[in-house]
């Protein structure tokens, strides 16, 4: 048996995010330009702490410029607006994102919606969205554009292949979709009414997996050599009593018959911060009449 290709998601951001190095101290030394990114978090999500700390590092390392705007739990829908405004008014700023889940008054499509699109990293603002499925430039998300650099690294050609996303949400799925679609696949989007997903899945030459279930997807799910991009994370507990996180696809089984599988951990995550890096170095640029640095 060959065994599959087990796509290293690590190594591939390592090398984005050098290169977004590289291009940030050039735009540096050259134009005095540092391209910077702002985090706004409301509460004290433990998770979100975790993922805005881990950005706030990857721009240090990678030479951009960080800013953190923490907010109560309970700031008014209406303050918080005016508060990203701010920050879409401040020069030093080429990229604003609010992290996500926002407390339950607030209504994330206003806050987002607030957002200068030129600015707008992770992608998600109607302009954008829109840009996306009308196959014009703009900032596209991140998580979604790094699931398209794994599948490049075993596809040079994605055009005609049978691509299936399981999973239709504005962050992953839908966006995906488009993805697959502009790189000339055909497109299938199973969702929770879908009738039998698992048929629909075995006839995809690449699956993208992106619904929160753990291990949802079993080895009969897979058509044989396919490729199969793995987003989920969920924490799950052993029966040893140790935790670990796991993805949507049951990775040790699925592997067996997949030509190439993406890990969790170690797959897509690392690539989403390397492109919102990568999207905010875009943003400094084309805010500034430059042309795309990558």
């Not at 209504?107 to 109607?126: E, L, N, S, T, W």
């Not at 006839?203 to 050599?225: E, F, H, S, T």
């Not at 199969?228 to 996180?245: C, F, H, Q, W, Y």
């Amino acid at each position: 048996m060959v065994e599959p290709k087990v796509i290293d998601g690590k190594a591939l951001a390592a090398g984005l995010r050098s290169r977004v190095g590289d291009i940030a101290a050039r735009l540096r030394d050259e134009m005095n330009l540092t391209a910077g990114l702002a985090a706004v978090l409301v509460g004290n999500d433990p998770a979100s702490q975790t993922y805005v700390r881990a950005k706030g590092r990857a721009c240090a390392a990678a030479g951009l410029g960080s800013f953190e705007r923490r907010f109560p739990a309970n700031i008014s829908e209406a303050v918080l607006v005016a508060e990203v405004e701010k920050l879409n008014a401040d020069d030093r700023v080429d990229g604003v994102l609010v992290q996500l889940p926002l407390p339950g008054h607030i209504d994330a499509r206003r806050i987002i919606a607030a957002i200068d699109p030129a600015k707008d990293v992770d992608g998600f603002h109607p302009v954008n969205v829109g840009r996306l499925w009308s196959g014009l430039p703009g900032l596209v998300p991140c998580t979604p554009q790094g699931c398209l650099t794994l599948l490049r690294t075993v596809h040079d050609d994605l055009s005609g292949a049978q691509a299936v996303v399981l999973g239709r949400s504005n962050l992953v799925g839908k966006p995906m979709a488009a993805l697959l679609l502009a790189s000339d696949c055909t497109v299938t989007v199973v969702h929770s009414k879908s009738r039998d997903a698992a048929a629909m899945c075995r006839q995809a030459d690449i699956l993208v997996a992106a619904v929160g279930r753990p291990r949802m997807v079993k080895m009969q799910w897979i058509k044989p050599g396919a490729t199969v991009i793995d987003v989920g994370i969920s924490p799950i507990k052993l029966p040893d009593g140790r935790n670990r996180v796991v993805g949507d696809v049951d990775f040790d089984a699925v592997r067996t018959v997949a030509g190439a599988i993406s890990p969790v951990p170690g797959g897509v995550g690392p690539m989403t911060i390397a492109c919102l890096l990568r999207n905010t170095l875009l943003a400094a640029c084309r805010r500034r009449g430059l042309p795309d640095p990558l």
